[in-house]
């Protein structure tokens, strides 16, 4: 263990969310809630669900947890310490390559004094046995694990086209209540997977999608609907541990004000465009009572963020030719 001590009891984690890096795009997400707190760009149409099991820093808005991590006894998801599940639909007319829509982590400064001895091992570990589409290096300057979407999702399901009054052809709409992602297809979805040979079980998809050039033969089309699930056993969020194979440590001793913030990013590694960042954050200046919190997340009591603002403020993510 290379540290055994979590943060002190009055920091609290605070999660966020927005349409690019800059802090001006973000809005306070309700941790636990059964409701989707809506992500809305010229880029993407997205609804976003965060879940943390046995949530320790609630606020009157956020929930201790989620029928997500007891709706099924025995399914792989139950293995989860958190998730973030959400949707994806790119404007019409529009199309992503397989290849280039990745998701994962990354920061805008080094990260590698506070790694302790072994954390590559462990790294190389997870790669190798659970991802090895994983692209990253956690030692440079700008450090960044990344996946493919299509090869790192835990579940994925590819639902219809939705028309101009908002409902997928299917009937069932994008916008839903406490999304519990199945892999799968729904609609014209079915008919999608099935030409492009994808699986149907998620481990099956996941290996199917390690290779490149079939990745970079699939296309996320524009206007249709794809609900992904993402989540693991390695991130703790209320102990502030992380937990690898063969490794295991606190990261409360290492948080200051320039190192306080996980970030979960979904972008094109082609066009550098950001579609969403989620940051989960340690609120330093906390006094514990989510007094705070309560009065900035009643302003926005409905969830939803949009990109009018200036989002001139990017520089804090991976650069494209960061990863190839």
């Known amino acids: ?151 790192g999702w835990n579940f994925l399901e590819i639902g219809g086209v939705v028309g101009e009054d908002g409902d997928e052809e299917d009937g069932d709409g994008d916008r839903e209540g406490n999304l519990i992602v199945e892999e799968g297809a729904r609609g014209s979805g079915v008919e999608v997977r099935k030409t492009c040979g994808i699986p149907d079980d998620a481990d099956a998809r996941k290996r199917y999608f390690h290779d490149e050039q079939v990745r970079k033969g699939f296309e996320f089309e524009g206007g249709r609907v794809y609900k992904a699930d993402f989540g693991n056993p390695y991130l703790d969020f209320n102990a502030f541990a992380i ?9 409360g001793k290492y948080v200051t004000e320039t190192n306080n913030v996980l970030r979960y990013v979904l972008k094109n590694r082609e066009t550098g465009e950001v579609y969403f960042v989620v940051c989960f954050t340690v609120d330093l200046d906390s006094d514990g009572d989510g007094e705070e919190d309560e009065e900035e997340e009643e302003e926005d009591d409905e969830g939803d963020v949009s990109d009018d603002e200036d989002e001139d403020d990017e520089d804090g993510g991976v650069g494209v030719g960061d990863v190839d």
């Open 1 to 151: 263990m290379f540290s055994s001590n979590p943060l002190p009891p009055n920091h609290r984690l605070k999660i966020t969310a927005g349409t690019s890096y800059s802090p001006s795009t973000h809005q306070p997400v309700s941790v636990n809630s059964t409701q989707p707190f809506h992500l809305e760009s010229d880029l993407i149409s997205t609804d976003l669900w965060v879940r943390i099991q046995d949530f320790t820093h609630p606020s009157p808005q956020s929930s201790k947890t989620n029928p997500y991590f007891t709706s099924s006894p025995h399914h792989p998801r139950n293995k989860n310490l958190y998730s973030l599940t959400f949707t994806l639909r790119f404007p019409p007319r529009t199309t992503v390559n397989g290849n280039a829509l990745l998701f994962g982590n990354d920061f805008d400064h080094p990260i590698r004094e506070y790694l302790p001895p072994g954390f590559g091992t462990g790294l190389r570990i997870v790669k190798s046995t659970l991802d090895p589409s994983l692209e990253g290096d956690v030692y440079a300057e700008k450090p960044y694990l990344l996946s493919p979407g299509l090869a």
């Open 243 to 251: 937990r690898l194979p063969g490794i295991s440590f606190h990261v």
